[in-house]
């Protein structure tokens, strides 16, 4: 290999952390109120994360490195971004206090869920709803933020935290 090419190992990570980029950019949008574009930019990072699982088993490069790397960025970028997206842009003027516990718990099962998944030798099916769904979902409806009922984001988030920490098993698509 000459010095000039990229390592095939690290495409899959490319991909990983242009996930977490777009959550990145997700979270500084939702600070200066942009939040559809916040919210398309979470919805890209669910893109993002499609493709490096799928490039890594293609290479057959799959690493016990890029699984903690995509599990980092997604509980960036399908956990707090669209928490904090929510909270600010509903949350914060409905519920107050009680809008920043409703995020911080979506967040917190979040976490739960993937630190199950690394953990779980599961190939078959997931084990309660994935972050990444969840965290997509809360994007996809915030687009339609001022069309949908106020109390629409909270119950979605409430339920897919708990769905999130739940036992189901959710049939993994597309294997």
């Known amino acids: 290999m ?8 690290v495409i899959p990570s490319i991909f990983t952390l ?18 559809k574009l916040a919210a398309g ?3 890209l990072s669910a893109l993002m994360d499609s493709m490096d699982g ?17 599990s980092l960025s997604d509980l960036v970028s399908f956990g707090v971004a ?5 909270y600010r842009a509903v949350l914060q003027d409905q519920l107050g206090y009680w809008g920043i516990l409703l995020a911080a ?14 953990v779980l030798d599961i190939h078959t099916y997931f ?10 979902f809360m994007g996809l409806i915030l687009i ?20 999130m920490v739940s036992t189901f098993k959710v049939p993994k698509l597309g294997k």
């Open 144 to 163: 339609f933020r001022g069309m949908l009922p106020w109390l629409v984001y909270p119950i979605c988030l409430a339920i897919l935290a708990v769905l």
């Open 82 to 86: 669209p928490a904090i997206l929510t």
């Open 2 to 9: 000459n010095n000039n090419s990229i390592n095939i190992r």
């Open 127 to 136: 084990v309660g709803v994935p972050i990444t769904f969840a965290g997509g």
């Open 54 to 70: 799928k490039v890594a088993r293609k290479l057959s490069v799959s690493s016990d490195f890029g699984m903690e790397l995509d």
């Open 41 to 43: 930019l979470i919805i």
């Open 105 to 118: 718990l979506f967040v917190l099962c979040g976490a739960v869920r993937l630190a199950r998944f690394n």
């Open 18 to 35: 242009a996930n977490l980029f777009f959550g990145f950019l997700a979270l500084v949008l939702t600070m200066d109120g942009g939040f």
